[in-house]
């Protein structure tokens, strides 16, 4: 009985050891990048703050239309997100091809980011998110894959990157860091520099991780390498500082905070709103601009936040169903489904 025992337990022992050793070997040919979430920060729990009013105060917005680009004549025929790295260069991830067009607004000449559909390399499947860094390479992130795919500036594939964590979110910063935000760990951010990674935060996830759902949501950087966050359905925004130490945490103005307080947690079942509230998401050094339809139809608004605080400001109101946009500190750049609009602003 015991002979049977002990060789029972070898063979099991055994079948461990190899399913272990095949596992850490396929880790290693795929470049999965671990997150080692020893590295990061300690929990903390987050009390949202309320705005003061719930209104939205419509300020009026001078602004001259410069140009009006039809995307189907340049066969962008689903676009998502934009950037704008100047007044001449605009970059639009667009989901039917897919990959992301560099677009010069003067010679509307395109340089393509991404080699077809597909799993090779430099190939995308459903990329959800890009960002440039300073050096003008772009960072594809492709949800289906779950890799951060890099390219030069002229389009040229040179490497990618398989974070252990499903990530949907990617922002750079002015050091050329890069944050994922991931929809399957118990932090919001994870930083990297180029392929390593440094630290998670952002707890939130942590003790409120079943109300996850409702933290989906957009990044953006800021000049000062300040990150946010825009929840798209549970009108919350974030904010923490590059190296992850915590800013502040607000409703937007659209509406009381749909996830509990930790000490208010309980397994009742979380109905989900039919709509969905901020749609993207960018800034500069003094405000955070959301974009919002709120339910209306043929109505977009872009609600302004101190990116201080996060209180709420203002709101400028566009006759447009818009699906992405991107601001300079003198021009506007609205995408609906079929049209690229600039504007000079004041």
């Not at 396929?26 to 080692?36: G, L, R």
């Not at 509990?260 to 309980?266: D, H, R, V, Y």
Request: hydrophobic content about 40%.
């Amino acid at each position: 009985m015991k002979l049977k025992l002990i060789i029972t337990f070898i063979i099991v022992f055994g079948l461990v050891f190899i399913l272990k050793f095949f596992f850490l070997n396929d880790t290693e040919k795929n470049k999965i990048y671990n997150i080692d979430e020893s590295t990061s920060s300690p929990k903390i729990l987050i009390t949202v703050q309320s705005q003061k009013s719930n209104k939205r105060n419509i300020k009026e917005l001078n602004v001259n239309l410069l140009k009006k680009i039809n995307l189907d004549d340049l066969n962008i025929l689903q676009p998502y997100k934009i950037y704008t790295a100047d007044s001449n260069i605009i970059y639009i991830l667009d989901f039917s091809i897919p990959c992301v067009k560099q677009l010069n607004l003067k010679t509307l000449k395109i340089t393509v980011f991404g080699k077809g559909k597909g799993t090779g390399p430099g190939e995308l499947l459903n990329p959800t998110d890009f960002a440039v860094d300073k050096n003008k390479n772009v960072w594809i992130l492709d949800g289906a894959q779950n890799s951060v795919l890099k390219f030069d500036s002229k389009g040229n594939y040179l490497l990618s990157i398989k974070p252990n964590h499903l990530v949907y979110r990617v922002g750079i910063n002015s050091q050329n860091k890069m944050y994922l935000i991931s929809s399957s760990s118990k932090y919001l951010f994870h930083q990297f520099n180029e392929n390593q990674h440094i630290k998670s935060f952002g707890e939130i996830i942590s003790e409120q991780e079943k109300f996850a759902i409702l933290l989906s949501g957009k990044l953006s950087v800021d000049s000062n390498d300040n990150l946010y966050f825009a929840t798209n359905r549970s009108y919350l925004l974030f904010s923490y500082k590059p190296e992850g130490e915590f800013r502040f945490a607000i409703n937007t103005i659209e509406g009381e905070n749909l996830i509990p307080e930790p000490a208010a947690m309980s397994k009742d079942i979380i109905v989900l709103p039919k709509k969905f509230t901020n749609i993207d998401i960018i800034n500069d050094a003094n405000n955070i601009y959301l974009l919002n339809r709120d339910g209306v139809k043929g109505k977009s608004f872009i609600d302004i936040y101190s990116s201080q605080d996060g209180l709420y400001k203002y709101s400028y109101v566009f006759p447009y169903e818009i699906q992405t946009f991107s601001v300079l500190p003198d021009k506007l750049f609205l995408v609906d489904n079929f049209y690229l609009y600039i504007f000079n602003y004041q």
